[in-house]
């Protein structure tokens, strides 16, 4: 798995643990136009703030990436510590520190381990391959059990246009503009404007339609590199066909990877979208699915393979949006469960348990009041969800 | 434990379950000044659409109150079946049915078991008594591990007035303008519209201030009875300060009430009280506190004994509300553990380590920002949660 004009390595650098890949890094021969979308979340981590400051310019030509800390709520020695670690790398590639995007994941409110970097760095970038593609894929594992990855081609111009991404990500997850570490790279030429708009467009219906737990990370992030190798005809405004091929393109690789992440949030047994329609805009569809697919009681009747569909019709009637509760209809799969808001019986309740026996399930809300639909992805609420997170840093 | 003009009854009528108390009854010698709040939630049980209908009179003189079944989304019929069981209690009662508020707890979408109630009601009437009130508060039972009740005495112009209340809940609970159930008598002599305001502004900061899971119930109701037994002079509107103290003694039992379904939250193991200070608006002190205190993150660690600190700023930071990352102190119990933004130190955190073993914690927040605080109690997140909520229909 390669791309032309890309290469990648990955170490054991010490950072938490030992013995497990922590460090990562991607680079390009050449200086890509890049686009970052990262968390809303007012506390933001050091590695963040950086490179929002830094992605102004809309170029970048390598990230550096560690899990074991998030480099957030450290202050302006965490900031410091952020900028000595993009120095030690810029001086060993020997290209400008601005050229450098960071990302951190793991504990918050702990310092980075600087020596880690120091004695790491060099290594690192002498391992650079263009085969290392799925070793960054791991480096950036956290409470994750699976790398995660996905790639697509397209062809622009008669140009064939390779885009490949990485992901992590399995708890603190309900991204809000961003989600959790997603880095992709593309051989596409395409300027930054265009390249910005497809990644906004495409993140908001992919990451920012999945929650596993409601919480938000402090460091989201979504970069998008793209370093032209493909010589396509330049993607720069002019044919917005072309663009929505590169977007749909770029949306397909980050639906992937962000259905990778609810498969593998934290004690997962069971993916679940929640699939409404009916509704009279778009985002009341999303917000009722969105506090449907956050509701701890939703999840745990998932987890315990429950058909309890009043959980579902409480948690609708809280979410905010205005509907009929009595025009309602909600489907487990194709087993229709709920007709205007009452329960169809006992055989529709033993057809929708047997449904809740599967690893994917599609819950299908109808509120008959309009034509717009959204869906949201979630995990069920397990016993190990509860077990991870209370041991998470001991 | 008894209150002038007041009698308690209950009974195991097999509502679902066999040799359980299921229904329960509260009934005055004479009509009663009666207030009530109920749930926001827009998906409403048919109790809550009759008595809000019936409460526009101000007047009740009995509560019918069964666990078992919520008699929510059960549609025109489940509207019905409630008429029903109050005309049957009415008749046996020999009172107006208007005069009759109902309370149901339970299961979502099932249809009430009118058989049960039938055969119930005749003994449930003939058992009534001056000392079965904590009976009653046993009968409201579902997922709750302890019958909760409480009481309180106060004196207006030289009369004792008690006021004695219960209440039930242990999941589905994010009261927004009330809770689950809970049911308050007394033997003040005060009229509608103080009464009302009493409850409103007692409910306001108890009831309102505590979660469990976030989850707003569709059959949420607080309702409070007053037969002026006690003969005080009536509290109507010419003495702000007799209402005031009535109010305070209410506030008193409601809040009482209110850390007892926190306590026994589902699964809990620990009480939390989140105490947001420093706010510029007590609203927005309390969208922080409300926001932690629904952290699945944040609540799991505390099931964990971790002082995992970097999850409250986390979860503050995605609470809508403005403030400085970087001016923020929290402590657990008198420990300081984060100062300006940043951890104290290792000290710190084994001091607060120690504070987490403890049953009741307090969490206090400063943003340095105003002068406005807000409280928010919760409990922790636990497996037996998980267990509690994946087997609750089984």
Redesign the interface.
């Known amino acids: 798995m390669n791309i032309k004009g890309f290469s990648f390595s990955a170490i054991e650098s010490g950072i938490r643990y030992a013995n497990r890949l922590d460090l990562g890094l991607i680079v390009s021969d050449t200086p890509c136009v890049t686009a970052g979308v990262f968390t ?5 981590a050091a590695p963040v703030v950086l490179d929002k400051e830094r992605l102004k310019a809309g170029r970048a030509q390598a990230i550096l990436v560690n899990s074991g800390c ?1 480099n ?4 302006e020695k965490g900031m410091e510590a952020a900028r000595l670690t993009s120095a030690m790398l810029a001086a060993k590639l020997n290209i400008p520190e601005a050229m450098i995007q960071l990302a951190s994941t793991g ?4 310092q980075l381990n600087l020596a880690a970097f120091e004695k790491g760095i060099p290594g690192l970038a002498e391992s650079l391959n263009a085969d290392n593609f799925e070793l960054v894929a791991k480096a950036i594992m956290t409470t994750d059990t699976v790398r995660k990855i996905a790639s697509t081609t397209v062809t622009i111009g008669k140009k064939e246009i390779k885009i490949m991404g990485m992901a992590k990500g399995a ?2 997850i ?1 991204p ?1 503009m961003a989600t959790m570490l997603a880095f992709v790279v593309t051989d596409a030429r395409i300027n930054y404007p265009e390249l910005h708009k497809s990644l906004v467009k495409g993140v908001e219906r992919t990451f920012n339609r999945i929650t596993v ?6 460091n989201d992030m979504v970069l998008v590199m793209a370093n032209g190798a493909a010589e396509n005809p330049w993607i720069d405004g002019d044919s917005e066909a072309d663009r929505q091929t590169f977007q749909n393109a770029l949306e397909l690789v980050l639906k992937d990877l962000a259905l990778q992440i609810v498969a593998d949030g934290e004690g997962a047994t069971k993916t679940i979208t929640i699939r409404v329609c009916g509704a009279k805009e778009e985002d009341q569809a999303e917000q009722i699915a969105r506090t449907v697919a956050t ?3 939703v999840k ?2 998932f ?2 393979e ?1 058909a ?4 579902i ?6 979410s905010g949006v ?2 009929s ?2 025009h309602v209809d909600i489907a487990f799969g194709d087993v229709l469960i ?1 007709k ?4 169809v019986g006992k055989d529709a309740e033993a057809a929708a348990s047997k449904v809740l026996k599967e690893k994917e399930i599609t819950v299908t809300i109808d509120l008959y009041d309009g034509k717009a639909c959204a869906e949201v992805l979630t995990c069920d ?3 190990d ?3 991870i ?6």
Do not use: H
Request: charged share 20%; with cysteine; aromatic share 10%.
């Open positions: 809303t979340n007012q506390v933001k998030a957030a709520c450290t202050g504990v918050i409110g702990e708890g603190m309900m809000n737990d409601g919480d938000t990370s402090t509701s701890s009681l745990t009747a987890f315990g429950d309890n569909w009043g959980r019709l409480a948690a609708m009637g809280r205005k509907f509760p009595d709920v205007n808001g009452l329960a609420f397990s016993l969800y509860v077990k997170n209370a041991d998470y840093r001991s």
